[in-house]
């Protein structure tokens, strides 16, 4: 059997591990549309997080098996259509992740110093497409809407100490931008409360021991919360125990004046306020605050609802980060698509209504989760594929070309795929340019360049 993974994130990378493992017979064919393989490991995970980013061995692996093979460069959708990959391949698994951001829908949502997180990590991450960003850093207070991972990723890199990140694989031009930054003070902000956050434990802890920068809680926010976590799940209760310490704990003054001698920069959780307007500078062109409507709670637990209560409040800042969730987009016309949820419709992975058409990852079940929680999904979808083929729902009967057929497709339309040994050629350039400057890489941004690098 043949199959086509469309996407080289790590659905896409799990998903074609699990077939390969468990069918000895299967081909797999991998497509990218960038140049470069791996999706939100290169390109979403924190720069100082390389821990996470150890799966890329288990994914190398699986690229350099003789029943793989890995076409970058390929826009899926453009350059092929689906329906011509249908007709290549016994099964299709569209794993392309989610590449758009959710808006905020505000008015002062497109003025100068207002960015979606998406770009912002893409920026300091070598994303081809935010290489340009030119993020304004000038001023000294930032505002992150949203209380996820992501959201802390941000305020984490834009406080770290430099020294601390030079040793990362961070862009070059973003550390010389960091390194010129005015910003000392990031305030984020979600229209819920304190049980509802979205972040993660160690996150918060590696936040709250971030050196140079001192945590701000209002205790107010936390005051009673030890009754409302009694029953709540470990994983809530302890990050609810861990904000409610670092909010309650009053150092004397003593102790007050050394802290914030030594630590120059702060950063603090805002709770039950959503934002209502971005506030433009005089002259009509820059953020300089943002107004904020307070919310109070109806419900409990991660089902409440933010509710206005008709008071505001301004909170000034010239850097206005939203960080309020991905979104997948339809990739073509003939994949069924959810706008409501940013989905594919699926069960188990199955494609609704489209036999041998499959999807794995944020695109099957919405942006959420940790690299786990895709592994885990991606060979759930993987399963699937591996019973339909096992059942005969799949016909193998027929034999299929995949890239013979795709490639002359592709040669037709002047499109040049990138193989996985051009991605190795990329690859060791960036880790000797890492290696000169005392870091695990240097992220080459420009598409030209890498494909001077590989001669094509």
């Known amino acids: ?127 081809p497409e ?76 590696e936040m709250i021991n971030l050196p140079g920068a001192r945590p701000v809680l209002d205790p107010a926010d936390f005051t009673g919360l030890e009754d409302a976590i009694k029953d709540a ?44 307007e971005v506030l433009p500078t005089a002259d009509g062109t820059r953020a300089r605050g943002v107004r904020l409507a307070l919310t109070r709670l109806e419900g409990s637990g991660d089902s409440a609802k933010a509710v206005p209560t008709g008071d505001v409040e301004e909170l000034e800042c010239g850097l206005v980060l939203s960080s309020i969730g991905y979104r997948s987009l339809p990739l073509d016309p003939s994949v069924p698509f959810d706008t409501q949820r940013g989905v594919v419709p699926n069960s188990s992975g199955r494609v609704q209504g489209v036999p041998g058409l499959y999807c794995s990852g944020w695109v099957k079940r919405g942006p959420t989760g940790v690299i786990i929680t895709t592994m885990n999904d991606s060979f759930d979808t993987a399963q699937s594929v591996l019973e339909d083929l096992q059942a005969g729902t799949l016909d193998v009967s027929t034999s299929r070309e995949g890239f013979g057929a795709v490639g002359s497709i592709l040669r037709d339309r002047g499109v040049r795929p990138v193989s996985f040994s051009d991605w190795e050629k990329i690859d060791a350039a960036e880790v000797a340019r890492g290696k000169a400057a005392g870091k695990p890489r240097e992220k080459i941004v420009e598409p030209q360049e890498m494909l001077q690098l590989i001669g094509h």
């Open 1 to 127: 059997p043949r199959v086509c993974v469309v996407g080289s994130g790590p659905a896409g990378f799990y998903t074609a591990q699990h077939i390969l493992k468990h069918h000895g017979g299967a081909r797999v064919d991998i497509y990218e549309k960038l140049l470069v393989p791996f999706g939100l490991v290169r390109f979403g995970v924190a720069p100082d997080h390389p821990e996470v980013k150890n799966v890329v061995k288990a994914f190398t692996q699986t690229a350099r098996s003789e029943r793989c093979a890995y076409y970058g460069n390929v826009t899926v959708g453009r350059d092929v259509t689906v329906a011509e990959l249908r007709q290549a391949y016994h099964a299709v698994v569209l794993s392309y992740g989610a590449d758009d951001n959710r808006v905020l829908g505000i008015p002062g949502e497109t003025l100068s110093g207002v960015y979606p997180a998406r770009a912002f990590v893409g920026w300091y991450n070598g994303r």
């Open 233 to 276: 799940p470990r994983p809530r209760k302890r990050l609810t125990e861990l904000m409610v310490k670092t909010a309650l704990e009053k150092p004397g003054e003593k102790a007050m004046e050394v802290q914030a001698a030594a630590a120059p920069r702060e950063w603090g959780l805002k709770f039950h306020r959503s934002p209502q």
């Open 130 to 205: 935010d290489r340009a960003l030119k993020p304004d850093l000038s001023c000294e207070t930032a505002l992150i809407v949203g209380h996820g991972n992501v959201a802390l990723d941000i305020a984490r890199l834009l406080l770290s100490p430099l020294s601390l990140l030079r040793k990362t694989d961070i862009t070059e031009g973003s550390l010389a931008a960091l390194a010129c930054s005015k910003v000392k003070r990031v305030w984020m902000v979600g229209r819920r409360g304190p049980l509802q956050a979205a972040f993660t434990i160690k996150e918060l802890r």
